[in-house]
């Protein structure tokens, strides 16, 4: 790599420059043959549509891990791919409460995507915040990994308590703050997120906020909390921020791909949650368990996820076999 200029070679956070700006092409790239080739227009996404461009997402997703295990080595591979996975399956319940946003609003599923495309530039920008944070909190205070152990196990516990839990849209806490300090139109202005109008108590022309932009605060809002669990469980898996990051922002991008096929069949994954919660429980136990039994390899990692979460997904599909799609 003598090759390559000086700026590129420089050391960020603890890679070479030049191995984030390939990341960074990448996703870039994705996003703009994402909009400005597929969809260019507004129009309604059907599931076949939704697999294939998951389907893309993935593969692309997969081929970067192969990339991360040639050049940073057979660890880093398995971590991301673990991470990936744990993300990918954690985000699961992020995409119903994303269905029940669009529901409250009434979005029509021909605005949808432009919603969750924007979305994914917030979660973009989000996520380096958070996972910047916690890079620099676990590498000046070693015990903060222990404070994410436990995190994570009494999350699954909870998780696993109200695993049949109904978020409440019309009392979420940024909605009713959105309410009390914007003007809001009445319905919705085609897909525009904001519209100038005559506010009908002064008479003067002011700018309005639509539905469809209080569902993208609402969503970047849910998506925050639900990072929360998320990240401590990527860096329970290893502390690299390369990839936490990456392996987290490619899991997203592609279940944003997925979100129109798996809301059309999301009651058929009822039991998920109770595999996730194992899951988060076995992930923050680890952390404790290096001090009994030395590191758990990635491998047994990799695998006691994967097979937690395809137990659930199985469970769900044979237990809910029939019943039809709730509205």
């Known amino acids: 790599m003598d090759f390559l200029p000086a700026f590129l070679l420089a050391d960020f956070l603890g890679k070479p420059a030049w191995v984030w700006l390939v990341f960074v092409v990448v996703v870039v790239s994705l996003l703009a043959f994402d909009l400005g080739v597929l969809h260019k227009d507004d129009h309604e996404i059907e599931v076949k549509e939704s697999l294939l461009l998951s389907a893309g997402y993935i593969t692309v997703s997969l081929l970067f891990g192969a990339w991360v295990w040639w050049y940073l080595g057979a660890q880093s591979g398995m971590d991301y791919y673990t991470g990936f ?14 269905a029940l946003i669009f529901g409250f609003f009434a979005i029509p599923r021909q605005y949808q995507h432009r919603v969750l495309f924007w979305g994914i530039l917030g979660v973009i920008v989000l996520r380096a915040l958070m996972i910047g944070l916690g890079a620099t909190l676990v590498s000046r205070f070693g015990w903060v990994l222990y404070l994410f152990g436990a995190f994570l196990v009494f999350t699954g516990i909870k998780m696993w308590i109200i695993a049949d839990h109904m978020p409440d849209i019309a009392n ?68 690299d921020p390369f990839i936490v990051y990456t392996s987290n922002i490619f899991a997203i991008l592609g279940l944003r791909a997925l979100y129109f096929a798996l ?44 097979g937690l979460i395809a137990g659930g997904v199985v469970v769900s599909l044979w237990k809910t076999r029939g019943q039809p799609a709730e509205t």
């Open 172 to 239: 979420n806490p940024m909605l009713k703050f959105l309410k009390r300090h914007m003007r809001l139109t009445d319905g919705l202005r085609g897909n525009r997120f904001w519209v100038r109008e005559t506010d009908p108590a002064t008479g003067k022309v002011e700018r309005f906020a639509t539905p469809l932009l209080l569902a993208l605060v609402l969503i970047e809002f849910v998506d925050l909390v639900f990072a929360v669990d998320s990240v401590p469980a990527i860096f329970a898996i290893t502390t």
């Open 85 to 98: 996975m744990i993300e990918k399956s954690l985000s699961m319940d992020n995409v119903f409460v994303i």
């Open 263 to 306: 809301a059309a069949m999301i009651h058929r994954f009822k039991y998920l949650k109770y595999a996730l919660a194992l899951v988060l429980v076995f992930i923050g136990s680890k952390i404790f368990l290096v001090g009994i039994i030395g590191k758990i390899p990635a491998v047994i990692s990799l695998g006691v996820t994967f």
